[in-house]
C-alpha cells in the first residue's frame, strides 16, 4: 500500500512547472501583442504623448500586484503634438486589461474643459475623455489629465483610442486631426513574471521612442476644424487585446 503522501512531491513539481510556462507565455503573448500594435501604427499614429506622470514620457509605470485603489498620476505633453500646440483631444479611451479595474478612488479630471464617460465615473474597465482648448491651443510641455485609482492583481491600463487636432495649419494654426498612438501607462504584472514583464515594457518604450518623427503622421492627416466634432471615426487605432 502506498503511503498517504507519496508522489506529492512530484505533482508539486509539475504544477510548479507548468506555472513558468504559462507565465513566458504570458509574457511572449504580451510582447507579440504590443509589437504588432507597434508595427501596425507605425504609419498613422500621432506624436502626442500621454503618459503616467511619475515616470515619465515614453515610460511604462510597473506596479508590485495585487494593487487596491492604487492612484495613477496621467499627464499628457500638449508640445509634443504636430506643430508644437495642442487643439483639443477627442474622446480618449484609457481601458484596464486582465482583472484590473479603473476606480474613482482619488479620482480628477484635471485637463482643460473636461469631459469625461462615464458620468458619474464609477469602478469600470474603461474611461473616455474629452478635453482641451479648441479656440487658443495648449503649449505646455506637461499639463494634467487625469487623477484615477486601479485595483486588481493583473493586467495592463492602456490609452487605447482617440483623436487630436495639432498645429501644422497656416502659421501655427489649428490644422489636422492626428490619431493618438496606443500607449502602455502601467503594468501589474503576475509575481512570476514581474521581471520579464519590467523587461519588455522597458524594450517597448525604447522602440516606440525610436521609431517616433514627424514623418509617421504627414501621408494621413485630415483637415478639421475642431476635435470635439463628434465620436472619432471607425478607422481609430484598434483595441489592445
Given amino acids: 500500500m502506498r ?33 504588432t500594435s507597434l508595427v501596425a501604427q ?12 511619475s515616470v515619465g514620457s515614453g515610460q511604462v509605470r510597473v506596479l508590485a500586484g495585487p494593487v487596491t485603489n492604487l492612484p495613477l498620476d496621467l499627464d499628457y505633453s500638449p508640445a509634443s503634438a504636430e506643430g508644437g500646440e495642442l487643439y483639443g ?5 484609457i481601458e484596464a486589461t486582465g482583472d484590473l479595474v ?4 482619488g479620482f480628477a479630471c484635471q485637463a482643460t474643459a473636461c469631459l469625461y464617460s462615464p458620468l458619474p465615473f464609477a469602478t469600470s474597465k474603461l474611461i473616455r475623455v474629452t478635453a482641451g482648448n479648441d479656440l487658443a491651443g495648449e503649449t505646455a510641455a506637461s499639463a494634467n489629465l487625469l487623477t484615477i485609482g486601479v485595483s486588481g492583481s493583473s493586467g495592463l491600463v492602456v490609452l487605447t483610442r ?24 502601467a503594468a501589474v504584472p503576475e509575481p512570476a513574471t514581474g521581471a520579464g514583464f519590467a523587461a519588455a515594457c522597458a524594450l ?8 517616433a518623427g514627424p514623418a509617421a503622421n504627414g501621408p494621413l492627416r485630415r483637415a478639421s476644424a475642431s476635435a470635439r466634432s463628434g465620436r472619432a471615426p471607425a478607422s481609430r487605432v484598434p483595441r489592445v487585446p
Fill in 102 to 105: 479603473l476606480t474613482p478612488s
Fill in 3 to 35: 503511503a498517504p503522501h507519496e508522489g506529492q512531491p512530484e505533482r508539486r513539481a509539475r504544477r510548479a512547472g507548468r506555472s513558468m510556462r504559462r507565465s513566458a507565455l504570458l509574457v511572449a503573448s504580451f510582447v507579440a501583442a504590443a509589437l
Fill in 89 to 93: 483631444i477627442s474622446e480618449i479611451e
Fill in 162 to 185: 482617440g483623436e487630436y487636432v495639432d498645429a501644422t495649419g497656416t502659421a501655427g494654426a489649428v490644422g489636422s486631426v492626428q490619431t493618438v498612438d496606443v500607449t502602455i501607462l
Fill in 204 to 211: 517597448l518604450a525604447g522602440l516606440a521612442r525610436k521609431r
Fill in 42 to 53: 507605425t504609419s498613422r499614429a500621432g506624436e502626442l504623448a500621454v503618459y503616467e506622470a
